[in-house]
């Protein structure tokens, strides 16, 4: 199918967070996505109401109503992705997460859009028991994930099929976002699924990696936990959020790409 229409809504994920920056934004794999459609597509419009740092039910209250209003008919394309962001929360509660997820992705469907969701990535690589925590966690997310996109019939876009995403190359520095090369590689996973034009290598796993010397990790870590660790624990303790009064980058459907 030929798109009309792109609305993305989400968190950091979605934003773009640690691509590189185009129009004084991040690009990210949305971005990435709405070139290529509008490439194929007279007139295509493209808006991206996502967030950083936002938890599930502040991307349904803050951005579900403007994604439904946006909706033409099945030519317009919503990706919905949120709820990773709680996942990460020490309080976590998946019987409080679940409901109104499902309830939000019952509304999208009902706009008659062609909706696409996503699961998290549940092996990323590092091990401990913090890790098989939270790949526990994303597990039973993904699953619920998965089933509910069974029942309104959504696309969708499963990273754990890809085993070389866990590859923390396609990390930024702050281990958390992807960086370019891990934007565009979603984005051409993403274009792969709706059928698009995209990148037929984009599966191969990157080469393998040169060993790290040991001082230059340990200076990498502390550089890390001084730039991002301390600074997201900090928030945390105040309540606070990356995204606190931010605004969508493209909140309106607009003809894409800018000129």
Known sequence: MKYNRFIAIGDSF??????????????GWADR????????????????LSIRGKLLKQVIDEQLDAAIA???DKTTLVSFHAGANDVLRPGY???????????????????GATLMLFTVLEQT????????????????????VRAIATEVGAIIVDANEEQFLSDR???????LHLNSLGHDRVAQGVLEVLGAPFDPNWRLPLPTAK?????????????????????WIWRRVRG???GDGRSAKYPTPTSWPLS
């Open 33 to 48: 996505v709405a070139d290529v459609m509008a490439q194929a597509q007279p007139g295509f419009q493209y808006a991206n």
């Open 125 to 144: 690589g590092n091990t401990g028991k913090t890790a098989d925590m939270w790949a526990e966690r994303f597990g039973a997310f993904n699953k619920n």
């Open 93 to 111: 509660r998946p019987e409080n997460v679940f409901p109104i997820y499902n309830d939000a992705v019952r509304k999208l469907s009902a706009t």
């Open 14 to 27: 979605t934003e773009g967070m640690c691509d590189e920056k185009r129009y004084g934004q991040y690009r």
């Open 70 to 72: 946006q909706v033409v």
């Open 169 to 175: 190359r396609l990390l930024a520095f702050d281990r």
């Open 211 to 231: 060993p790290t010397p040991w001082l230059v990790k340990k200076a990498t870590s502390v550089a890390w936990f001084f730039s991002f660790a301390l600074p």
């Open 240 to 242: 606070k959020s990356s």
